[in-house]
Nanobody, 125 residues
């Protein structure tokens, strides 16, 4: 499975960006799908994920500012980043827990984690 992310860039504090990600390949389902971010010297951290059933998890630091959305049928996820702060500067990674389609057509018993290539978000004046 490939995850193709787009939408990063340079923005001033208080500005907005939209990140998008599309998964392609052998997919029966994805659960959850979302975004992580990482700055040099630190561990990758969860930003937001959305379950197939609709449950959403956000990092405390982005609650009220970021909004995640999914198109389950199209295997896509997007993240609206609003009121951006310099501390939001990071490489953002699209994430998916992929359930492959088995040979018989149903879900495989073995799911796995897939990651996108990362997109840089820089918040600076």
């Amino acid at each position: 499975v490939q995850l193709q992310a787009s939408g990063g860039g340079l923005v001033q504090p208080g500005g907005s960006l939209k990140l998008s990600c599309a998964a392609s390949g052998n997919i029966f389902g994805i659960n959850p799908m979302g975004w992580y971010r990482q700055v040099p010297g630190k561990q990758r951290e969860l930003v937001a994920t959305r379950m197939t059933g609709g449950r959403v998890e956000y990092a405390d630091s982005v609650k009220g500012r970021f909004s995640i959305d999914r198109d389950i049928a199209k295997h896509t996820v997007s993240l609206d980043l609003n009121n951006l702060k310099p501390e939001d500067t990071a490489v953002y990674y699209c994430y998916a827990k992929v359930i492959p389609r088995a040979a018989y057509g149903g879900p495989s018993r073995k799911d796995y984690d897939a990651w996108g290539q990362g997109t840089q978000v820089t918040v600076s004046s």
